[in-house]
């Protein structure tokens, strides 16, 4: 590897890191109240008052709420004010909320620092994945679009330890370190060159690309910075026909299968109620070791993540890791099922080991093989816009999911929960199989004509599927061995252009 490769390579790896500080800071945020949940709800309680388990539901999916709020505008801010700026914004909602909880010790106050930070959640996942798709090259950027999900699983780690090692107002000080900390270094990362290049400013667009590349010289930059002028889908903002694109809407549906997946995969019950979920599950271990047992197995898959996650095709490690999730989950349910009827049981390492198995499926494929998919498969113009929706409708049905989670409890008990959530990461695989095309080491043109066919499995029957326009209509061609197939964009096929 020469100088400028390894230069490059450290620059876009240090800006990855540090945008990446506000995704540990939602990781933060989101396994903040597993921690803290059995101190709110006992008589020595911090607050002003003992919670309820209705209070304990609020506080956690009430940032759901701000979230979606989020979607709305946070995509809006990073095209008109840019990445940076929209970082600091992004940032700020954790910092005041930290704050908040240091300053006041009402349950208002607690639900309203818990809104600020869901607000804060819906940033980081929509400006943090643009940043570093934008900054990093074809060499890097697969294996620094895994740091999103490495870095939240950090900051989940992070909380679970301090929680179990300090008290409340320890606590919270300790994440309000990561805030701090953040604004601070967020200073000395240059703009994104294509934000730049989209705001008409080529000069700060060359010399911020002459630091992401690791090189001194305009000559050396100046074919890619041509390429990011010149190409009419960075430039030029996006119409609705972009929008209408077959290949467009097939995105847009295999986006919102994935958040889908993500939400009922039942993730976010299991970090947000951690300590309580072990505590209930028949193992004598202590439910807060066990607590940060498995953020420290989620950091470990996270790890290895970023190391395979560029190794294997992308379909493969989202129905493998679907497949394994159910699985765990389907085990899980049957150990709460257990101690429901024999009170005494003992089921050992088996639910530590079960949500292991678990969190490191999450952390290898469901949840970041997502994110560097979208990347993939949408063209940068309707990139934001697309984002946004599907963080808007993860959003909606995560707030639905945790915030119903206690009455499902009572209703189908622990274990039925746990074993819907299964079905719903069985139902994953044979849906990705189908309906998502392979993306790794493929172009942008292979993908998108992929995305023409409404189910990617034909691929494999195809000799070769290529494009071609006809009178300014975009025609797909899928040729087989013994027939050629036209496939216009309303899905009409004909054996003629």
């Known amino acids: 590897m020469d100088t400028a490769r390894k230069k490059a390579t450290a620059r876009q790896t240090i800006a990855t890191l540090t945008a990446n500080l506000v995704t540990f800071s939602y990781g933060v945020y989101s396994g903040w109240p597993a921690t803290v949940q059995p101190a709110l709800q006992s008589p020595a309680t911090p607050l002003e008052g003992q919670l309820s388990d209705d209070s304990i539901s609020w506080s956690n999916s009430l940032g759901y709420i701000s979230a979606i709020l989020g979607t709305l505008i946070w995509g809006v801010l990073a095209e008109k004010y840019g990445r ?10 954790f910092l005041i909320s930290w704050v908040v909880l240091l300053l006041t010790k009402s349950e208002m106050s607690l639900l309203v620092a818990r809104f600020l930070g869901g607000l804060g959640g819906s940033g980081a996942a929509i400006n943090t994945p643009m940043f570093v798709g934008e900054v990093s090259d074809e060499h890097t950027n697969a294996a620094l679009g895994s740091l999103f999900i490495l870095m939240y699983n950090l900051g989940v780690l992070y909380v679970y330890v301090c929680g179990t090692c300090f008290g409340y107002t320890s606590l919270n000080s300790a994440c309000l370190v990561v805030s701090v900390v953040f604004m601070v270094v967020w200073y000395t990362i240059p703009e994104s060159p294509t934000c730049l290049v989209r705001k008409n400013k080529p000069v700060e667009a060359r010399d911020s690309l002459k630091w992401f590349r690791g090189t001194d010289t305009d000559k050396e930059v100046e074919e890619e910075l041509d390429s990011l002028t010149v190409r009419g889908d960075q430039v030029l903002p996006a119409s609705m026909a972009d929008f209408m694109e077959v290949g467009t809407v097939k995105a847009m549906i295999i986006g919102f299968i994935f958040q889908t997946g993500t939400q009922l995969c039942g993730i976010n019950v299991i970090l947000s109620y951690a300590v309580d979920i072990f505590d209930q599950s028949g193992s004598k271990l202590s439910p807060n070791v066990c607590t940060i047992l498995v953020g420290l197995v989620q950091v470990c898959g996270s790890v290895i993540g970023c190391l395979i996650v560029t190794k294997g095709a992308r379909k493969l490690f989202l129905i493998s890791t679907y497949s394994a999730a159910a699985v765990s989950l389907y085990i899980m349910g049957g150990c709460f099922y257990a101690t429901s009827f024999y009170k005494d049981v003992n089921t050992g390492l088996l639910p530590v080991a079960c949500l292991s198995a678990h969190v490191i499926a999450f952390s290898l494929g469901l949840g970041m093989v997502p994110y560097i998919v979208y990347t993939e498969i949408f ?32 209703s189908l008990h622990i274990s039925g929960c746990f074993w819907l959530f299964a079905l719903a990461c069985t139902v994953m695989a044979p ?21 023409q066919l409404w189910f990617s499995g034909l691929e494999t029957k195809a000799k070769s599927v290529t494009s071609l326009t006809v009178k300014n209509t975009k025609v797909v061609v899928v040729e087989s061995k013994d027939k050629k197939v036209y496939m216009e964009n309303n899905q009409i096929c004909s054996n003629e252009p």
């Open 379 to 410: 063209k940068p113009n309707v990139r934001n816009v697309c984002m946004s929706a599907l963080m808007f409708w993860n959003n909606a049905l995560g707030f639905g999911v945790l915030k119903a989670y206690p009455y499902m409890q009572d």
């Open 84 to 93: 940076k700026v929209t970082g600091y914004l992004t940032m700020a909602p």
């Open 431 to 451: 849906v990705t199989y189908l309906f998502v095309p392979e993306t790794r080491n493929k172009s942008f043109e292979y993908i998108n004509n992929q995305l």
